[in-house]
């Protein structure tokens, strides 16, 4: 007896991507955002109605076909097993989300955009972190979902800093950190639910353009500490930045000259801090005159040991 054909889960992908190529999509769009490329194309023409809101910032409109990432929205219009229609994601024929949510697959749709441009972008590195502008600089505050980073942006934003990211540095060349400003994504309330607001809502601005790396901040949040950090040498601070780059396994070298440019005119410090309204507070206060002491052994949190680099 013939034994059976393997197909390999790469084989499988093409399958998939090949079925749903013959699907008639009512609706396509094409953008670009920091030079990655993608596509999006509906079942329904109506959702293409509600693709602007979850694009990712700094986007804009591409007449090429020729894509980075080619995402298909299978709208539900048929009732899926326990009732009601089931929308299906798929990015270059992997499937993200199988929903009867149009909230769901929106959010799913919105952070896998965010994800893809992050690592197909050019000429820039994208680093999960936290960034506001104070005086003409950046402060910078590395970190995974779910650290605290946008806690801490949106204290600072309240306390008088401009906004320029609660997810992304995203640097270039020069060492110089773009907005990536979209809308802050803070948890909250019963189950920790999303609630997203712009600076506005907390009487802040966004900044427009690129600023220098003035200050990074290696936290983490533990009830009832006090903000009294350690000064990080600048390899420490590099590391730091690396662990939370996105294409740091891919791009080692391009990304470790670009992350050596960025923070090495910034004072970098580490250390837990208590309530994020304190310490936002404390770092804006600092007078820019202060004499720097000189480096101390820091510690990183346990937390913080793995690169941020994961599949789409």
């Not at 929308?87 to 149009?102: E, F, I, P, W």
């Not at 990211?165 to 999303?194: K, N, T, W």
């Not at 903000?227 to 600048?234: A, D, F, I, K, Q």
Request: proline share 7%.
């Amino acid at each position: 007896m013939e034994s059976r054909l393997h197909i390999s889960p790469r084989e499988s992908i093409v399958r998939k991507q090949a079925r749903l190529d013959r699907i008639p999509w009512a609706g396509r769009i094409d953008f670009a955002s920091f030079g990655a490329r993608i596509g999006i194309r509906v079942s329904d023409r109506a959702a293409l109605d509600r693709l602007p809101e979850l694009l990712p910032p700094s986007w804009s409109w591409s007449g090429d076909r020729r894509v980075d990432r080619l995402y298909s929205l299978v709208v539900g219009r048929e009732p899926g097993r326990r009732g009601g229609p089931a929308h299906h994601l798929y990015v270059n024929g992997y499937r993200l989300a199988r929903t009867r949510s149009a909230d769901e697959v929106a959010a799913r749709l919105r952070s896998g955009l965010e994800l893809s441009v992050s690592r197909n972008a050019r000429g820039v590195v994208f680093v999960h972190a936290g960034v506001v502008g104070w005086r003409g600089r950046a402060i910078v505050i590395p970190g995974t979902s779910r650290s605290g980073k946008t806690t801490l942006v949106a204290a600072m934003l309240r306390a008088g800093a401009e906004y320029l990211s609660d997810e992304f540095a995203v640097l270039d060349q020069d060492g110089l950190v773009h907005p990536f400003p979209r809308a802050l994504a803070i948890r909250g309330g019963p189950g920790r639910q999303i609630r997203r607001c712009t600076p506005e809502d907390l009487g802040a601005t966004s900044h427009a353009g690129p600023l220098p790396i003035g200050q990074l901040l290696v936290t983490r949040h533990r009830p009832g500490a006090r903000w009294e950090p350690r000064v990080l040498s600048p390899g420490t601070a590099v590391l730091a930045m690396l662990r939370h780059t996105v294409l740091a396994r891919s791009q080692p070298d391009f990304s470790l000259a670009v992350l050596r440019r960025a923070v090495g005119g910034a004072a970098a410090l580490g250390g837990v801090r208590g309530e994020a309204d304190a310490m936002a507070a404390s770092v804006l206060a600092k007078d820019r005159g202060r004499r720097v002491p000189a480096p101390l052994p820091f510690e990183f949190p346990r937390s913080d040991l793995r690169m941020s680099e994961s599949p789409e």
